[in-house]
C-alpha cells in the first residue's frame, strides 16, 4: 500500500489498478492549496518595496467580523448526531425521539453510502486525468466539476440530517446542547 500526499491530505492506494482508493473532500482541497501556497511562494518579492509606495496596513489582530475568527456560524445552530447521543440522558431524550434520531440516521446513511463511492471513483479518474504528462485542461476541469458537485451532495445531505435532527430536539434540549457543547 502507498500513501499519497502530505500530513493532512492522504489517499491511500491499495493496488496498482486504484482500486481501494480513498480520496475524500480534503484532497481537493489541499491540492488547491498546495497550488497557491506555490503561487503565493513565487510572488512574495525579494526586496523591499520601492520608498516611493506605502507599506501595506497591518491586518487588524482581531476582525471586527466574528465569521472571520474561524467561528462556525450555521454549525453553532445545528448539533451533530454524536453531541445528542453522547448526551441524551442529560437531554431526556424520550422514547419517540429516539426512534425519530434513529429513523433520520439511517435515512443520511443509506444517501451518503452511494455518494461517498461515487466520489471516489470520481476523485480515482480525476487523479489519472492528472497523471498524464500533459493535461486536457478541459477534460480535468470537466472532472473536478464532477468530484465538486458530488461533495457538494454530500455536504447537503449531512446539513440536512442536521436540520431534521435539531427539529426533533425541544427549544430546552436545544439550549442545553448548545449548554453543553459550549463546556
Known amino acids: 500500500m502507498t ?11 491499495t493496488s496498482r489498478t486504484g482500486r481501494g482508493v480513498l480520496f ?3 484532497w481537493l482541497a489541499c491540492a ?56 441524551q440522558q442529560e437531554l431526556g431524550i424520550d422514547d419517540r425521539q429516539r426512534d425519530a434520531i434513529l429513523k433520520e440516521i439511517e435515512r443520511a446513511h443509506s444517501q451518503l453510502f452511494p455518494l461517498q463511492w461515487q466520489m ?18 478541459g477534460k480535468v476541469l470537466a472532472q473536478a466539476d464532477q468530484v465538486m458537485a458530488l461533495e457538494r451532495d454530500i455536504k447537503r445531505a449531512h446539513l440536512s440530517l442536521l436540520i431534521r435532527l435539531r427539529n426533533v430536539l425541544s427549544d430546552a434540549q436545544r439550549a442545553k446542547l448548545a449548554e453543553l457543547r459550549a463546556k
Open 3 to 13: 500513501v499519497i500526499g502530505s500530513a493532512g491530505c492522504r489517499a491511500r492506494r
Open 32 to 87: 488547491v492549496s498546495l497550488v497557491l501556497a506555490a503561487g503565493a511562494q513565487a510572488q512574495t518579492p525579494s526586496a523591499p518595496p520601492s520608498p516611493g509606495m506605502p507599506p501595506h496596513p497591518p491586518h487588524p489582530a482581531h476582525p471586527a467580523d466574528p465569521s472571520l475568527l474561524g467561528a462556525d456560524p450555521i454549525g453553532a445552530k445545528l448539533f451533530p448526531p454524536e453531541l445528542i447521543m453522547k448526551h
Open 120 to 137: 471516489s471513483a470520481a476523485a480515482e479518474q480525476l487523479s489519472k486525468a492528472l497523471e498524464a504528462p500533459k493535461l486536457d485542461e
Open 24 to 26: 475524500g473532500a480534503r
